[in-house]
């Protein structure tokens, strides 16, 4: 079992900065891909962002691509998502959640965090 907590959200203006972070415990996310979700009021839930085990490989959704920075420290056990530029389109609920394989699709990953609120203000 991989118990994921996220942290970081908050509220902020237009064109700021937050950075979620992803901390696990239990088993070690080493041998885990790590995804990030959003869920905005109202709609469904959808791909952000994700982490092959090793960090080599990152994925983005094209609405984010350029703005969010996806990474991971193995010897934390922690993966973050550094968002910069933030629209208020950005608001949402944030998820971590850890799969066998980096994947876009959320059906395929086995572990998930409680999530965290992020909120970007006009």
């Known amino acids: 079992q991989v118990q994921l907590v996220e942290s970081g959200g908050g509220l902020v203006q237009a064109g700021g900065s937050l950075r979620l972070s992803c901390a696990a415990s239990?088993?070690?996310?080493?041998?885990?891909?790590v995804g990030w979700f959003r869920q905005a009021p109202g709609k469904e839930r959808e791909f952000v962002a994700t982490i092959t085990w090793s960090g080599g490989n990152t994925y983005y959704v094209d609405s984010v691509k350029g703005r969010f920075t996806i990474s991971r420290d193995n010897a934390k056990n922690t993966v973050y998502l550094q968002m910069n530029s933030l629209k208020p389109e950005d608001t949402a609920v944030y998820y971590c959640?850890?799969?066998?394989?980096?994947?876009?699709?959320?059906?395929?990953?086995?572990?998930w965090g409680q999530g965290t609120q992020v909120t970007v203000s006009s």
């Open positions: 959640a850890a799969s066998p394989i980096a994947t876009t699709s959320e059906r395929q990953y086995d572990y």
């Open positions: 239990g088993r070690t996310l080493r041998s885990y891909a």
